[in-house]
């Protein structure tokens, strides 16, 4: 069965950094483009960032760009959301998911497979 596991969350401070991986299982890793999505509490789930099958192409949110990037290394199943200058406002539950069409989608319809999320908490 299709698996996702989140790793890397935390408490960290404003300015400060964190990197998140997502280690997939159970897919045909280099076939599905990944997003991070993420969800702080009373809020709806809302895009992060997304990378297609080959990592030739990202999108970003307005929000993160130029302070978050998203890589993957398709040897290892595992995507990466490496988030710099962090802001409280950046708290949330950060969760990957796998888009079966291999494309880099801002939309969380897009995405068949999620993982279980993991916390990150920036405190300032």
């Known amino acids: 069965q299709v698996q996702l596991v989140e790793s890397g969350g935390g408490l960290a401070q404003a300015g400060g950094s964190l990197r998140l991986s997502c280690a997939a299982s159970?897919?045909?890793?280099?076939?599905?483009?990944m997003g991070w999505f993420r969800q702080a509490p009373g809020k709806e789930r809302e895009f992060v960032a997304a990378?297609?099958?080959?990592?030739?192409?990202?999108n970003y949110a307005d929000s993160v760009k130029g302070r978050f990037t998203i890589s993957r290394d398709n040897d290892k199943n595992t995507v990466y959301l490496r988030m710099n200058s962090l802001k409280p406002e950046d708290t949330a539950v950060y969760y990957c998911?796998?888009?079966?069409?291999?494309?880099?989608?801002?939309?969380?319809?897009?995405?068949?497979?999620w993982g279980q999320g993991t916390q990150v908490t920036v405190s300032s």
């Open positions: 998911a796998a888009a079966l069409w291999g494309s880099a989608s801002l939309s969380l319809s897009s995405y068949t497979y």
């Open positions: 159970g897919l045909t890793f280099r076939t599905y483009g």
């Open positions: 990378i297609t099958w080959s990592g030739g192409s990202t």
